[in-house]
Every structure is written in structure tokens, then in C-alpha cells.
């Protein structure tokens, strides 16, 4: 029970004294089911290349990816969090369970999360808009928790890895960056009532519910877009959106039936999503690779190699380049097929249309046992063997004018022109040195 004292003083006035057992909500890790359903974007055309991201309302539910071990990445990421739960009332902030499990405690308010090895698919339905912070990898890695989705939440990249080739902002910008996704759909001097959201069902935190706390969002006052007016970048001022495809990548039996090991997949032959490159290798095996390769249905060479790189035009400056294959622009519809150290001098990279299916089959005349399979870097932990073959063939990304579905929405940096090549060109030189001469 609450008890009253008197004010020294003041005869009429009492202070209201808030008991031991009673404080603010923190300390709370929630789950994240008990949040409301994602927003669904759209994407509208411009007159430049990119495209325009227009929320239908405020964005709410805000999933934070982190570079893992560095203290100075997770110092920023509490700083954003801070600062977005601060400014704009509704934000809830997501995070993976290793990095709610960490940061918490130090934060007044509360998270959610969910154990991605028990619910491999939770933040489908839920995240409206993911943040990244770190390199490429993480990246990656954030595409990879939507592995099995086909509509990817728009991803904004703060650039505090080794390369940062995709990412698009510096961290000093993050307030900035944020305000422009966020406010993304509002037109001029938008005054877009509360947002009436439905009760969620009762939250399941690590930490016992601390009473007192706010029950609704109701207790905050103004909400949505209604509680930043006068930060409206107008109706046509959308977030430029850089749509970036991704491949669908299966591994299959002799017999035809799909084996690939990504936790959380039930459609059977109907693969993952992957945002660089698929690669297989002879890993360990001290004997060269002998692989048919299929393009379009039709067989292309027997192919003795290191290994096999095929990505996609994102994926291009990873790997592939590395390799020996071509720097191809995102916004190019192809997918690359890159031999690794191959015997014949013969055999080439190879741009092929983004809509042609290929499959790569392991030879009867393979001499190791298996072959190394890796999404995106992460290696699958099940080997290909022989007669067992990997498919690779495009994934869908359009449906009528301004409806657009697959790929990874990449928040750009606005530019005069509205141009993807501006940041692209840029990062060519300044991060891959592009033709420097030597010495420089």
C-alpha cells in the first residue's frame, strides 16, 4: 500500500510515497508474440532508379541487429535504443535473445524477444522495419533471420563493421537516418490520430511484471506519427529504397527430396532464401571436385574445381570477386556462376539472366566423400554428397504496379538525383580501392 506524508509547510499538501516493492517497468525481456502484426509496406516508383518506402502507418515493432563481440557496437546500440524509445513513444525495440539477455538490465524500459531455436520464424509476422549495426556480416545475418520469408521487413545499415560496402549511414547520423525511414508516408503536417491498437495477450517476460507499470498505450498519450508532428518530410519525400533480389537455394537427394537443414522450414522443395551467394567446396578433401553443371535444364560441363560460387549481383563483390568474377550493379537482374581455381583454364565466370534455373550435381566420378554447402557464409553443417545435386533459381519480387514482394528493401541515403550508382560507385572506390594505382 501507498502511505501519505505531510509536506513540511504545507498543512493542505501530502507527498504520495511509492513503496520499496513498486518501480518503473525495466529489467523485462517480453515475448515478442505478444506484440502486434508487422505493417506491410509499399514501394512506389520514383523517376530515378530507387524505389520510395510509404508506410501505411507509424512503424512500431524495431529489430535491432548488433555486430557480436564488440563492446562498442552494444554501447550503440543501447544509445539507439535509448533514443528511438525516448522520441517516439510507440517504438518497441526487438531484439535476438543473446543480445536481450546482455543489455536488458541496463535499459528502463522493456524488450522483446524470442528464441529463434524454438520459434526460428517469430520475428516474421512482427518486425516492421529491422536496424543493423556492424558490417556486411551482420547484414547477413539479419536477412538470414527471414530466411524462409518472402516479404523482408525495409533493413537500415549503420556502417561500424571492417568493410561496410552495403552499408549506407555513418552511426553519427542515426538520428537523422531514423527520423527519415520512420516519418516515410507522412504527409506535410500530418496529424494522424492515436493509432488504436488491439490488447496484445499478457506479455511472458524473464522478470516478474513490475506493478504499477503502464498497462496500454493509451497511458503515453499521443502515439504514431501524431506524437512527432512537425517532423513530416511530406508525402513525396519517401525513404529511397533500393530493392535488392535474392536467390532460392535447395539441397536435394538422388531421389529429388529436399534435405535443406534451415531450422523453422516446413515447404518442402521449395528452398531458402539467400542475399550473397550459395558456395560449395571440397573443404577438407585433398582431391579436386569433378560437379556437372545444368543451366536452364540443359547440361553446360563437367566441372573440376576447388568449388563453385553462384550469387547474386549483391554478392558479387564477396566471394565471387575474390575469385575472379565480375562486379556486377544490384540493380542488374542476374545471377553469377564463379568457378573457384578450376582446372580448365577454359571455363569462365558466367553472368546469366536472373530468371535462368541452375542446378549443380556431384559426379559419380567425384573421388572425396562430400562437398561443403554454405549460405551466405554460414556453412549448413550437411555436406552434399554423390548423386546429390543443389537447385538454384530466381525468386519472384514484383506483382503489379507499386506492389512489390521478395528481395531486401536496403534504405539508401537520399541524393540529388535519386540515383542507386551514387553510392555504389562511391564505395567502390573509397572501400574497394577500385584501379588505385600502387603505392597509393
Not at 86 to 111: D, G, Q
Not at 280 to 305: C, M, Q
Request: one cysteine or more.
Amino acid at each position: 500500500m501507498h502511505s501519505l506524508r505531510r509536506i513540511p509547510g504545507q498543512p493542505s499538501r501530502f507527498l504520495t510515497l511509492r513503496p520499496f516493492s513498486s518501480s518503473a517497468t525495466r529489467h523485462e525481456i517480453r515475448d515478442v508474440a505478444s506484440l502486434s502484426q508487422r505493417l506491410i509496406p509499399k514501394y512506389q516508383e520514383s523517376q530515378g532508379e530507387l524505389l520510395s518506402l510509404q508506410w501505411p502507418a507509424a512503424p512500431r515493432n524495431i529489430l535491432l541487429v548488433r555486430k557480436n563481440c564488440a563492446p562498442e557496437v552494444t554501447d550503440s546500440l543501447v544509445e539507439f535504443a535509448n533514443h528511438i524509445t525516448s522520441t517516439y513513444p510507440s517504438v518497441s525495440v526487438v531484439l535476438e535473445s543473446r543480445t536481450a539477455a546482455e543489455v536488458h538490465s541496463t535499459l528502463s524500459y522493456p524488450v522483446y524477444s524470442a528464441s529463434l531455436d524454438e520459434k526460428p520464424t517469430a520475428f516474421h509476422d512482427k518486425v516492421d522495419l529491422t536496424v543493423t549495426l556492424g558490417g556486411d556480416g551482420t547484414i547477413l545475418h539479419a536477412s538470414s533471420l527471414f530466411a524462409t520469408c518472402s516479404n523482408v521487413p525495409p533493413v537500415l545499415s549503420f556502417s561500424m563493421g571492417t568493410l561496410g560496402f552495403l552499408s549506407e549511414w555513418k552511426f553519427s547520423e542515426f538520428k537523422r537516418a531514423f527520423r527519415e525511414v520512420y516519418m516515410s508516408g507522412a504527409g506535410a503536417g500530418d496529424r494522424t490520430p492515436v493509432l488504436e491498437e488491439p490488447q496484445p495477450p499478457a506479455a511472458t517476460a524473464t522478470t516478474t511484471t513490475t506493478p504499477g507499470a503502464p498497462s496500454s498505450s493509451s497511458d503515453m498519450g499521443p502515439t504514431g506519427w501524431s506524437s512527432v508532428r512537425g517532423k513530416s518530410m511530406g508525402c513525396t519525400r519517401g525513404a529511397p529504397i533500393l530493392m535488392r533480389n535474392r536467390l532460392k537455394v535447395g539441397l536435394f537427394t538422388g531421389d529429388g527430396e529436399e534435405t535443406t537443414p534451415i531450422r523453422g522450414k516446413s515447404d518442402q522443395g521449395e528452398g531458402v532464401y539467400v542475399m550473397n551467394e550459395l558456395l560449395i567446396h571440397r573443404g577438407k578433401e585433398p582431391h579436386l571436385a569433378v560437379v556437372d553443371i545444368f543451366v536452364g535444364g540443359r547440361f553446360l560441363t563437367e566441372a573440376v574445381v576447388d568449388g563453385i560460387i553462384i550469387s547474386t549481383p549483391t554478392g558479387s563483390t564477396a566471394y565471387s570477386l575474390s575469385s575472379g568474377g565480375s562486379i556486377v550493379h544490384p540493380l542488374v537482374p542476374s545471377i553469377l556462376l564463379t568457378p573457384i581455381c578450376a582446372r580448365s583454364l577454359s571455363f569462365r565466370p558466367l553472368v546469366l539472366p536472373l530468371s535462368t534455373p541452375i542446378t549443380l550435381r556431384l559426379s559419380e566420378k567425384n573421388r572425396g566423400r562430400e562437398l561443403e554447402v554454405s549460405l551466405d557464409g554460414v556453412n549448413l553443417g550437411q555436406g552434399m554428397a554423390v548423386g546429390m545435386e543443389v537447385r538454384v533459381w530466381n525468386e519472384e519480387m514484383r506483382h503489379g504496379k507499386n506492389e512489390w514482394q521478395g528481395g531486401v528493401p536496403s534504405v539508401m541515403r537520399r541524393s540529388m538525383g535519386g540515383e542507386a550508382h551514387e553510392g555504389w560507385v562511391g564505395g567502390l572506390n573509397g572501400l574497394l580501392k577500385f584501379n588505385y594505382p600502387f603505392g597509393e
